[in-house]
């Protein structure tokens, strides 16, 4: 056998394994609403070549491909216990497992590691929690796809609603049309049909109202079954307590807004303030999606580093709050044709800061260009830190960050030499650190962070949604403390 036949063989065994592994995954999240996920990444409704895939991504941890053969044994382990509602990640327990020395077998090790969603100690399921969107744009079309494919346990959120203004005839075939479909994130994972005579799209089983109204203090929700729901203003026609209050109608619990709040209205960033939210406000901000990509970041750096000062430069996809062509716009240049410019103009994600670490007294400023991309942004942080460093130990802390830190869902990791803006569409994080571009010198260091302004601001969006209704389930390994984790 030739070596080339050798590779292939290989290829094709891990095939099978991978293939193996998809009936348990599914049915740990069907049966238990058990999310696998390896390295932060979910393993849920995947094929065999996207499995294959994300195990490859952990050669970032040591150099190495993790390999199916690894993982697998550790899966077996989990189909064998009495386990809850939770998350658990296969490739963190295969690393954490490699560096145990208390000579367990797999079986034990992970009855161990996942003890606290087993027995006694498992949560029960929560009921599902009704969500409405209020807006089905770019951010609320991916948001539903969300919803509708968390749905999959039964459990957790469920899409009950959709709000909009008429849009004339075949309105909802039109609207449903858009969901199936998308230029940039591609088709559907499902099937999706219209129910013209209730006005309802179905998605994957999930029934969904349309509900035409400009006005959201003529709607009531209890008409249509609705309770005690989160609402998810994606328009960003209110962003104060005082508007958004509008949406607190019969069936309608908490609002959640996809724009940056004014006033008091509290602006969190998942994984770094979203545990402030107090469980009796019902009006809460899921800030920017810029805010999203640079505090987790920022906090990383300030938390090792120290922060005295800093500067964000975001080049920004266009949106379309731009026009196509020149035409007039409330907003200085921003009148001028998006797909043909690179447009000066602001952003208050700088500013932001403030409100999502308070402790980080440094003064960052910012500014922004729109350029004629549809979707993938960049910031580039520039930071003065309180001590001296390298640019070998800092790719190193956020590279540890970003695998097993507690904000390893919103901060990714890139080394690939060649990367641009479109090898990041559909990521799940709220930022993706570019390795090759980091530059260090002394107390300053210069971050940049690709990230998705529609698909990865919308996942930060449904996490503090699952938060929020009691649906963010424990995820296993525990990551560790930051004292904890390995020197660099």
Known sequence: MTVNEDVFTNWKHREEIAESMIPVIGKLHRERDVTVLLHSRSLVNKSVVSILKAHRFARQIAGDELSVTETLPFLRALATLDLGPSQIDIGMLAATYK?????????????????????????????????????????????????????????????????????????LVKRASLL???????????????????????????????????????VDYTEYGIQDAVLIDNTGRWRDREGLSKHLRPGIDKVVLTAPGKGD???????????????????????????????PPLKAMADEYGVVRGHLETVHSFTNDQNLLDNFHKSDRRGRSAPLNMVITETGAASAVAKALPDLKARITGSSIRVPVPDVSIAILNLQLERETSREEVLDHLRDVSLTSPLKRQIDFTSAPDAVSSDFIGSRHASIVDAGATKVEGDNAILYLWYDNEFGYSCQVIRVVQYVSGAEYPTYPVPAAPENRPAH
Do not use: W
């Open 99 to 171: 560096d145990d020395d208390r000579g367990l077998s797999v079986e034990e090790f992970t009855a161990g590691a996942v003890a606290g969603a087993t027995g006694d100690n498992k949560i029960d399921p929560s009921r599902p929690r009704d969500v409405v969107l209020y807006g089905f744009g770019r951010i609320g079309r991916l948001l539903a796809r969300l919803l509708i494919e968390k749905a999959g346990s039964g459990n957790g959120l469920r899409l009950r609603a959709i709000v909009v203004r008429k849009g004339g005839e075949q309105d």
């Open 180 to 218: 199936r479909r998308d230029s940039i994130h591609g088709q559907f994972q499902g099937t999706i049909t219209v129910d013209e005579e209730n006005a309802r799209i179905v998605a994957n089983g999930s029934e969904i109202q349309m509900i035409y109204s400009d006005d959201p203090t003529t």
């Open 265 to 295: 209205v509290p602006n969190v960033v998942h994984g770094v303030n979203h545990d402030m939210i107090k469980p009796d406000e019902r009006i809460i901000s899921c800030a920017s999606c810029t805010t999203n990509a640079i505090v």
